[in-house]
T-cell receptor
Framework: IAGITQAPTSQILAAGRRMTLRCTQD?????MYWYRQDLGLGLRLIHY???????GKGEVPDGYSVSRANTDDFPLTLASAVPSQTSVYFC????????????FGEGSRLTVL | AQSVTQLGSHVSVSEGALVLLRCNYS??????LFWYVQYPNQGLQLLLK????ATLVKGINGFEAEFKKSETSFHLTKPSAHMSDAAEYFC?????????????WGLGTSLAVNP
């Protein structure tokens, strides 16, 4: 089934550890996004990529990095995790030329202790 | 700058009752507007969208929304709630500046449906 695959679905991580959340899409969408979802704060954009080879910062980029080596993959890395990064992370993609609608993965629940 | 306000973080209705979820936006350009639904432990999925043309748009699962420019609103409705409609609903407006289109999100409304 075409769509977005995120891994892991859930992870408990010790503070200070490095963690990479994986995101892969098979829809050949150019634009991809990483959001975090926190109770009462809605969805906040962390980083985005309009096309392979380019990335940009969203609202809350500090402590996170991304890369976009190809169209399909858009990993999100926490270099040194902190408890405030405990959240549910969603990867999304947007079809080229669309009016803005996004396709979402199922999310990765991360707990930093 | 664009913004989205969803009135009411929690809405509770009885099964079979009208569902009304409110969304107001601000935008300096003609907006593209969206409603997304998130079922428990799942990602978001598009419910419906308004871009241009007919101001009443129909989406999946019997939902519809009406774009009212004079009221800067895009409220979501469903005539008769079903238990399966219990979910989180997000309104969003597209910052459609060229190719760099990002969505501006409301904080969401949690819909509970009581038997």
């Amino acid at each position: 089934i075409a769509g977005i695959t995120q891994a892991p679905t859930s992870q408990i991580l010790a503070a200070g550890r490095r963690m990479t959340l994986r995101c892969t899409q098979d829809m050949r969408h150019n634009a991809m996004y990483w959001y975090r979802q926190d109770l009462g704060l809605g969805l906040r954009l962390i980083h985005y990529s309009n096309t392979a080879g380019t990335t940009g910062k969203g609202e809350v980029p500090d402590g996170y990095s991304v890369s976009r080596a190809n169209t399909d993959d858009f990993p999100l890395t926490l270099a040194s995790a902190v408890p405030s990064q405990t959240s549910v992370y969603f990867c999304a993609s947007r079809p080229t030329g669309s009016s803005g609608e996004l396709f979402f993965g199922e999310g990765s629940r991360l707990t930093v202790l | 700058a664009q913004s989205v306000t969803q009135l009411g973080s929690h809405v509770s209705v009885s099964e079979g009752a009208l569902v009304l979820l409110r969304c107001n936006y601000s935008s300096s350009v003609p907006p593209y507007l969206f409603w997304y639904v998130q079922y428990p432990n799942q990602g978001l999925q598009l419910l419906l969208k308004y871009t241009t043309g007919a101001t009443l748009v129909k989406g999946i699962n019997g939902f519809e929304a009406e774009f009212k420019k004079s009221e800067t609103s895009f409220h979501l409705t469903k005539p008769s709630a079903h238990m399966s409609d219990a979910a989180e609903y997000f309104c969003a407006v597209s910052d459609h500046a060229g190719n760099n289109r990002k969505l501006i999100w409301g904080l969401g409304t949690s819909l509970a449906v009581n038997p």
